[in-house]
């Protein structure tokens, strides 16, 4: 079975940094695409990034050049370095693979990043 927890969400100021975490299992890890996603007060979800299991990247443009992905494979958990918050990057954030971005029963529990002064 497919698990995915996500942490290291919190309050932070504007400005700040954190770094969200997704350990998964259930699969085997290195062979899919990982994600993260997110969702606003009111909003739709959003794709923020993408990682194969080579380490290649591809980022939405609102949080190019802020957020960086990226992946253990030998702990088979994937991360979400968020620097230079802003109070729109306040959401709930999820992981889960690629192919699944679409499947609401497929993300874990998400974790919370609030950002404001």
């Known amino acids: 079975e497919v698990q995915l927890v996500e942490s290291g969400g919190g309050l932070v100021q504007p400005g700040g940094s954190l770094r969200l975490s997704c350990a998964a299992s259930?699969?085997?890890?290195?062979?899919?695409?990982m994600s993260w996603v997110r969702q606003a007060p009111g909003k739709g979800l959003e794709w923020v990034s993408v990682?194969?299991?080579?380490?290649?990247?591809s980022y939405a443009d609102s949080v190019k050049g802020r957020f960086t992905i990226s992946r253990d494979n030998a702990k088979n958990t994937t991360y979400l370095q968020m620097n230079s918050l802003k109070p729109e990057d306040t959401a709930v954030y999820y992981c889960?693979?690629?192919?699944?971005?679409?499947?609401?029963?497929?993300w874990g529990q998400g974790t919370q990043v609030t950002v404001s002064s």
């Open positions: 259930g699969f085997t890890f290195s062979s899919y695409r």
């Open positions: 889960g693979k690629f192919a699944d971005l679409v499947v609401v029963g497929s």
């Open positions: 990682i194969n299991g080579g380490g290649i990247t």
